[in-house]
Nanobody
Framework: QVQLAESGGGLVQAGGSLRLSCATSGETFRIARIGWFRQAPGKERESVAVINWTGGRGVGRSYYSDSVKGRFIISRDNAKNTVDLQMNSLKVEDTGVYYC??????????WGQGTQVTVSS
C-alpha cells in the first residue's frame, strides 16, 4: 500500500506564498501519478495539479487547473521522496483543505489526511 502525508499548510495573506509537501512511503513503485486536490467549505473537491510519477517520457510531466495555472508549481523532490506544491500569488479563494493522492493508473486510491490553507485578505 501507499501512504501519503501532507504538510506545510497555514495562514497567509493574499499575495503571499506557501509550499506544501506530500511525503510518500510504502509501495511507491506502484504509483503512476500524484495529484493535489483541495476542498473549500460547501464546495466539491477539485483537482489542482497532477504530476506523472512513472511512464517513460511522461515522467515528471505536470498538469494544472485553469484557476491555478501560472501561480502554482508541482514538482517531485527525489532526494526527499516528496511531491511539493509551490503556491504563489495566493488568493482568498485558494482557501481550503489540500490533499495529495496517488493513482496506480486509474482512480486515486490513496489519500493523505489533508492540510489546511487559509488565505486572508
Amino acid at each position: 500500500q501507499v501512504q501519503l502525508a501532507e504538510s506545510g499548510g497555514g495562514l497567509v495573506q493574499a499575495g503571499g506564498s506557501l509550499r506544501l509537501s506530500c511525503a510518500t512511503s510504502g509501495e511507491t513503485f506502484r504509483i503512476a501519478r500524484i495529484g493535489w486536490f483541495r476542498q473549500a467549505p460547501g464546495k466539491e473537491r477539485e483537482s489542482v495539479a497532477v504530476i506523472n510519477w512513472t511512464g517513460g517520457r511522461g515522467v515528471g510531466r505536470s498538469y494544472y487547473s485553469d484557476s491555478v495555472k501560472g501561480r502554482f508549481i508541482i514538482s517531485r523532490d527525489n532526494a526527499k521522496n516528496t511531491v511539493d506544491l509551490q503556491m504563489n500569488s495566493l488568493k482568498v479563494e485558494d482557501t481550503g483543505v489540500y490533499y495529495c493522492a496517488a493513482s496506480r493508473g486509474g482512480q486515486y486510491g490513496s489519500w493523505g489526511q489533508g492540510t489546511q490553507v487559509t488565505v486572508s485578505s
